[in-house]
């Protein structure tokens, strides 16, 4: 077996499994979570750079404004999608955050269309149709927009397409966003810290490890993700990657007992058939682009 595929199917069960553990952190505040994940996800990729003796990267990343300008704009769409997942899993919202990531790769179409001139194919714009029909029917029936769905794929999103677009590697890239969020997490905790607003000080030392394992948590399903992405077509990769979803869709409802009706299902059946579709088409020009080259 290609270890691209068991290294892309590691980070998505990884990823898919996360609900299990901020679930485990619910009493952290949302956003004292995100603080400690900016934090120790800094000093772990650290401790990966020092013991991989892989600096020199930095020196000139950091005198390069346009490039730090980039990341910074990373960082913050990186940090919302990070906040806003956390408060959904705590909130009892993790089939809806579920829902983000399979619009997700619609997202990521209509953003190469918007902004990097990709043509969509016709069964793109089907598939974008469908989802939007499926969109359109969850806002009918509940009365409001799936905004949780929309603010992670929009987010996530938007960061993956500042990333296509810069010239950093995994880990270098995580390095330089976490570098820039770390003192907005610093100024955080140690204010709560000092007005004795801190949940970590007062947690019980299980909880405090726990917490602390945000850096690994975090760092290792990217670089893992990274590594696949170099060995595996984009064509594989994005079929592996509805094991997140599909993971946290059955989190929610078999473990955390979220409703989840014939209403819901048929909105969510859109998606997926919606995904089918894409997929399909995915799938289909890379063969055919691969019986070019051989002909060629």
């Known amino acids: 077996m290609n270890p691209g595929i068991v290294y892309a199917f590691l980070a998505f069960v990884i990823w898919g499994l996360f609900p299990v553990y901020f679930k485990t952190l619910h009493q952290i505040p949302a956003l004292e979570m995100l603080a400690h994940r900016m934090a120790w996800s800094l000093l772990f990729v650290l401790a990966v750079l020092l013991v991989r003796h892989h600096w020199r990267w930095l020196g000139p990343v950091l005198r390069d404004r346009r490039l730090v300008a980039r990341f910074a704009a990373s960082a913050v769409l990186l940090s919302a999608n990070?906040?806003?997942?956390?408060?959904?899993?705590?909130?009892?919202?993790?089939?809806?955050?579920?829902?983000?990531?399979?619009?997700?790769?619609?997202?990521?179409?209509?953003?190469?269309?918007?902004?990097?001139?990709?043509?969509?194919r016709p069964l793109q714009w089907t598939a974008v149709g469908i989802a939007a029909a499926g969109v359109a029917?969850?806002?009918?029936?509940?009365?409001?927009?799936?905004?949780?769905?929309?603010?992670?794929?929009?987010?996530?999103?938007?960061?993956?397409?500042?990333?296509?677009?810069?010239?950093?590697?995994?880990?270098?890239?995580?390095?330089?966003?976490?570098?820039?969020?770390?003192?907005?997490?610093?100024?955080?905790?140690?204010?709560?810290?000092?007005?004795?607003?801190?949940?970590?000080?007062?947690?019980?030392?299980?909880?405090?490890?726990?917490?602390?394992?945000?850096?690994?948590?975090?760092?290792?399903?990217?670089l893992l993700f990274g590594a696949a992405a170099r060995r595996i077509p984009l064509s594989t990769l994005g079929l592996v990657q509805y094991v997140t979803p599909t993971l946290q869709l059955l989190t929610g409802v078999l473990v955390y007992h979220e409703p989840f009706g014939a209403v819901r299902a048929a909105g969510y059946g859109a998606i997926w058939v919606a995904l089918a579709?894409?997929?399909?088409?995915?799938?289909?020009?890379?063969?055919?682009?691969?019986q070019a080259r051989t002909a060629a």
């Open 82 to 120: 990070w906040g806003i997942y956390i408060w959904a899993v705590n909130a009892g919202h993790i089939v809806e955050a579920s829902l983000g990531y399979f619009i997700n790769p619609l997202i990521n179409v209509l953003f190469g269309y918007a902004f990097l001139g990709e043509r969509l």
């Open 137 to 222: 029917w969850l806002t009918w029936q509940s009365g409001t927009l799936p905004w949780i769905s929309l603010a992670l794929a929009v987010t996530f999103g938007g960061y993956g397409l500042l990333r296509k677009t810069a010239r950093l590697g995994a880990l270098e890239g995580l390095t330089l966003e976490t570098l820039l969020l770390f003192p907005v997490a610093l100024v955080y905790l140690t204010t709560l810290g000092l007005s004795g607003a801190s949940h970590f000080e007062y947690a019980p030392l299980p909880l405090k490890l726990l917490l602390a394992c945000a850096g690994p948590v975090t760092a290792i399903p990217l």
């Open 277 to 290: 579709v894409y997929s399909f088409e995915g799938l289909r020009g890379a063969v055919s682009a691969r």
